[in-house]
Nanobody, 121 residues
Framework: QVQLVESGGGLVQPGGSLRLSCAAS????????MGWYRQAPGKQRELVAT???????NYAEPVKGRFTISRDNAKNTAYLQMNSLKPEDTAVYYC???????????????WGQGTQVTVSS
């Protein structure tokens, strides 16, 4: 059983910074892409950023230049450094990972429970 646990959300003023963490635990044979999605009230869940196991990153246009995704493969952990936060960044942020639990199990997608980020003065 694989679990993803996010932390680091909270309330921050516009222009401020937050760092989210996502720790994966359980039976992990190999972890491929990790990423962050977000969902604002009344909106669809949208991609924020992804990072491959080799370090290749991909960002949604609204966060380019402000957010940085990284990962520590030894700790099975991904991070999202969010700078210059705007009110429109307010959402529940979800961690995502593509994981194989063993060499013979198929690749599966896993999601964390979400962490609230609120940007407001």
């Amino acid at each position: 059983q694989v679990q993803l646990v996010e932390s680091g959300g909270g309330l921050v003023q516009p222009g401020g910074s937050l760092r989210l963490s996502c720790a994966a635990s359980g039976s992990i044979f190999n972890m491929y892409v990790m990423g962050w999605y977000r969902q604002a009230p009344g909106k669809q869940r949208e991609l924020v950023a992804t990072i491959a196991s080799g370090g290749t990153t991909n960002y949604a246009e609204p966060v380019k230049g402000r957010f940085t995704i990284s990962r520590d493969n030894a700790k099975n952990t991904a991070y999202l450094q969010m700078n210059s936060l705007k009110p429109e960044d307010t959402a529940v942020y979800y961690c995502y990972a593509m994981i194989k639990e063993s060499s013979i199990r198929p690749l599966n997608n896993y999601w964390g429970q979400g962490t609230q980020v609120t940007v407001s003065s």
